[in-house]
């Protein structure tokens, strides 16, 4: 699935094409892709115009002139191609449907455009979904409410991120980074990364991690989360940035699928253990086990 840098990227690619589209018809093959009513649709779709793209957390949301919006989650497979008649936009799981004809067999919601300009929802599993629905609610919503932070935010602090963190004092902290009613969009990579630079062992129990160990972790999200931005993103397995193409953070990453190789900082071999259920990196000798 992926990550709020991921997204982001997505959002930011979108932003720039399909603002001030407007709606002029759309279909669907799924009710799962797309569990909208067909008189909402009808009302509160088809002429819309498009007024922003946003993203909260791993969700982008589609503004539109009428005060509704499509939320659209990516899930595992899930794209969005935008056909022009001089221009393709492609982002999301890398198959060929980013590059050859559309509509094809994975394509779930189509959006026509009154500039006859197309944006296309792909799925090959199925999981992903494009919803319709009051701006006003999305807020509402069980997800919204439950969700943490944005990690990027301006108005998020490290002293807000510390009060957060805490409430889970007995809890290890790769797991805390990884509940998304802590923090919004922080995935496994990025948290074995930014453990890795404030130099805690994923494992170690947050009673048993400073406050100024959290303020530097805090410092050190951020820094990760924006150079994989600036990268395009990650996941160059099963994902690609606003451009159709491959992430490149993965590139630039410090520890994670680093196993067995030098950490960058001291040149101990860096392993690969398990944390939180997940496949977890970090450098034995930066990054030791407190209580």
Same mark, same amino acid.
């Given at each position: 699935?992926?990550?709020?840098?991921?997204?982001?990227?997505?959002?930011?690619?979108?932003?720039?094409?399909?603002?001030?589209?407007?709606?002029?018809?759309?279909?669907?093959?799924?009710?799962?892709s797309f569990p909208n009513a067909e008189g909402d649709v009808q009302q509160?779709?088809?002429?819309?115009?498009?007024?922003?793209?946003?993203?909260?957390?791993?969700?982008?949301?589609?503004?539109?002139?009428?005060?509704?919006?499509?939320?659209?989650?990516?899930?595992?497979?899930?794209?969005?191609?935008?056909v022009a008649e001089h221009a393709r936009f492609g982002a999301g799981h890398?198959?060929?449907?980013?590059?050859?004809?559309?509509?094809?067999?994975?394509?779930?919601?189509?959006?026509?455009?009154?500039?006859?300009?197309?944006? *296309?929802?792909?799925?090959?599993?199925? *999981?992903?979904?494009?919803?319709?629905?009051?701006?006003?609610?999305?807020?509402?919503?069980?997800?919204?409410?439950?969700?943490?932070? &944005?990690?990027?935010?301006?108005? *998020?602090?490290?002293? &807000?991120?510390?009060?957060?963190?805490?409430?889970?004092?007995?809890?290890?902290?790769?797991?805390?980074?990884?509940?998304?009613?802590?923090?919004?969009?922080?995935?496994?990579?990025?948290?074995?990364?930014?453990?890795?630079?404030?130099?805690?062992?994923?494992?170690?129990?947050?009673?048993?991690?400073?406050?100024?160990?959290?303020?530097?972790?805090?410092?050190?999200?951020?820094?990760?989360?924006?150079?994989?931005? &600036?990268?395009?993103?990650?996941?160059?397995?099963?994902?690609?940035?606003?451009?159709?193409?491959?992430?490149?953070?993965?590139s630039f990453a410090r520890v994670f699928r680093r196993e067995g190789k030098?950490?960058?900082?001291?040149?101990?071999?860096?392993?690969?253990?398990?944390?939180?259920?997940?496949?977890?990196?970090?450098?034995?000798?930066?990054?030791?086990?407190?209580?």
């Amino acid at each position: 699935m992926p990550e709020l840098p991921e997204v982001e990227t997505v959002k930011r690619g979108l932003e720039a094409l399909i603002i001030g589209k407007k709606v002029q018809s759309v279909t669907h093959d799924n009710p799962k892709s797309f569990p909208n009513a067909e008189g909402d649709v009808q009302q509160f779709l088809i002429n819309a115009r498009i007024t922003a793209v946003r993203r909260r957390a791993k969700v982008l949301l589609i503004d539109l002139d009428n005060h509704h919006s499509l939320m659209v989650h990516l899930k595992m497979t899930g794209q969005l191609v935008y056909v022009a008649e001089h221009a393709r936009f492609g982002a999301g799981h890398p198959n060929d449907s980013l590059i050859h004809r559309l509509p094809d067999r994975s394509t779930r919601v189509t959006l026509a455009f009154n500039d006859r300009s197309h944006l *296309f929802f792909n799925d090959q599993r199925k *999981f992903g979904w494009v919803r319709l629905m009051p701006t006003v609610e999305i807020p509402n919503i069980d997800f919204m409410r439950k969700v943490g932070p &944005e990690p990027l935010s301006d108005d *998020f602090t490290a002293k &807000e991120f510390i009060q957060r963190v805490r409430r889970r004092s007995g809890t290890n902290i790769k797991a805390v980074l990884l509940d998304q009613t802590v923090l919004a969009g922080i995935g496994n990579i990025y948290a074995d990364e930014s453990l890795w630079g404030a130099k805690i062992h994923p494992a170690t129990l947050v009673k048993n991690v400073s406050d100024a160990k959290l303020k530097t972790l805090f410092a050190k999200i951020r820094e990760v989360l924006l150079l994989s931005i &600036e990268k395009g993103g990650s996941t160059d397995r099963n994902y690609v940035n606003a451009e159709g193409k491959k992430g490149s953070y993965i590139s630039f990453a410090r520890v994670f699928r680093r196993e067995g190789k030098p950490c960058s900082r001291c040149g101990t071999i860096i392993v690969k253990t398990r944390v939180a259920g997940r496949g977890t990196h970090l450098c034995p000798h930066c990054q030791k086990l407190v209580g």
